[in-house]
């Protein structure tokens, strides 16, 4: 089946599905697996040494992140879905079919961890004395599913930069144990710590008033907090050693500008700055200094979820000019396709375009062809536009570039059409850029090629 994909106004199609995917990471790994394990870490604490300021903290500490995990982070996890199915329906379809069964275990998983996280906040105060013991275990059941859903998910996003063998044996198994499987888990787990811990803090120094436990639980999630970093560190040295060497040249360009990328140093002495202000934070926590920490927690849960960002942009820039390595470009097309097009053309091939009416106006042909090479990182004036990247140049020269884009940029696809068709693309840019052509918003939902 084939289906049309939409250009998104200003954001674009891949700032659309970032900014709701790193929402829903921050949330699934800070408090779905990080937090609570600070809520049971706390449980326990507070039966084992009949602590009641544990116990309530506990408590009070759920409520706050049962509501955020069952509203914003069970939105964003289905309006991933919602927003790759629109924008990316060939991508995400593929995808699919080859981790049918690990996606299908997934969203049982993910069923189960609302269900669970929902008993566990409301028996909380039922289950006390004899039951106590088996409201922790519950709550460790909650844990270890939230993990169980971290490891079948991050198998899907490590093939997807590094797919091992998997586009000449098409086998299951050495998609999801691909090279980065394991060091990008770990770092996932270290991530969810730290998170988990600065989360932690944060609610602690904000709502409690008992000075002696804010001192004592903010040295137990300082230590926590400590360990996570030094986990986060070492699996991320761990990961990018198993990254494709083409692809980490691709870093800077993922997080910087095009001329400060060209100033190496200054993304490493950002990071370093980053990472050694985690680093005194928590140390800071284990001085239980409750004023610093209250000070300087929210400073450190931006930064920590800076990084987080950061990571989650260079994975999936990096691998770049792929959507799916050895299979798929960024822009949905296969790359077996791409001599068919470039020998018989795209737009006799596209279903939506062939549909159109207009289809003989030489502008609809060129929005059509830039829709479907182009709209998967770039707009029409809002962020990373095109118009911006051919300003001032001749259609001539538009049609040299568009010819030569992966020789110029590596992470960018190669043009697939016919010469003619590169000319009516250069062509539509050219007068795009000059201000001859004056598209409206029905104009930038262009529907493209989702494929045959």
């Not at 955020?68 to 939105?75: D, F, N, R, W």
């Not at 090279?179 to 787990?189: F, G």
């Not at 991530?191 to 008033?209: C, E, K, P, Q």
């Not at 360009?253 to 005194?280: C, E, H, K």
Request: net charge positive; charged share 15%; glycine share 10%.
């Amino acid at each position: 089946m084939e289906f049309p994909i939409f250009q998104v106004p200003f954001l674009g199609n891949g700032m659309t599905i970032a900014l709701d995917a790193v929402l829903h990471v921050i949330i699934s790994h800070g408090l779905a697996i990080g937090a609570v394990s600070m809520v049971v870490c706390a449980e326990y604490f507070g039966h084992r040494r009949a602590s009641g300021a544990w116990e309530v903290f506990a408590r009070d500490f759920l409520g706050f992140i049962v509501v955020l995990t069952t509203s914003v982070g069970a939105v964003t996890g289905v309006g991933i879905w919602f927003i790759t199915s629109a924008l990316a329906p060939r991508g995400i379809g593929s995808l699919l079919r080859v981790f049918f069964w690990p996606w299908f275990m997934e969203w049982g998983v993910f069923t189960a961890e609302v269900i669970i996280v929902l008993i566990y906040y409301y028996t909380w105060q039922k289950w006390n004395g004899e039951r106590k013991k088996q409201h922790l275990w519950l709550g460790v059941g909650y844990v270890a599913t939230a993990l169980s859903s971290a490891v079948l998910i991050t198998g899907i996003l490590g093939f997807m930069l590094t797919p091992d063998g998997w586009p000449w044996n098409k086998g299951l198994m050495s998609a999801f144990f691909n090279p980065s499987y394991v060091p990008q888990l770990v770092l996932r787990l270290g991530i969810a710590s730290v998170l988990g811990a600065l989360f932690a803090i944060g609610y602690l120094v904000f709502t409690r008033r008992d000075r002696q436990f804010r001192r004592e639980a903010l040295a137990f999630f300082g230590k926590v907090a400590l360990v996570g970093l030094a986990v986060t560190l070492l699996s991320a040295t761990w990961y990018f050693t198993v990254v494709p060497s083409a692809y980490k040249t691709h870093s800077l360009y993922a997080v910087m500008t095009s001329r400060l990328s060209q100033q190496p140093d200054l993304f490493w002495q950002i990071n370093l700055g980053g990472a050694v202000f985690l680093l005194l934070f928590s140390l800071l926590a284990l001085t239980k200094s409750v004023i610093s920490a209250r000070l300087l927690v929210v400073p450190a849960l931006v930064v920590a979820m800076l990084f987080v960002s950061e990571f989650e942009r260079i994975r999936e820039f990096i691998r770049g000019p792929y959507l799916m390595p050895g299979y798929m470009y960024a822009n949905q097309v296969l790359l077996e396709e791409t001599p068919l097009f470039i020998k018989e053309g795209m737009l006799p091939r596209s279903y939506w375009y062939n549909a159109t009416a207009a289809k003989a106006d030489p502008v609809s042909r060129g929005a059509y062809l830039f829709a479907q090479n182009c709209a998967g990182c770039h707009t029409i004036g809002g962020i990373n536009s095109i118009v911006d990247r051919v300003q001032g140049r001749s259609a001539d020269g538009i049609y040299v570039i568009i010819g030569h884009t992966q020789e110029m940029v590596p992470f960018m696809p190669p043009f697939s059409g016919t010469d003619q068709e590169r000319r009516t693309m250069a062509d539509f840019l050219f007068r795009l850029a000059d201000g001859s052509i004056k598209p409206g918003v029905p104009f930038r939902f262009t529907p493209l090629n989702g494929g045959r």
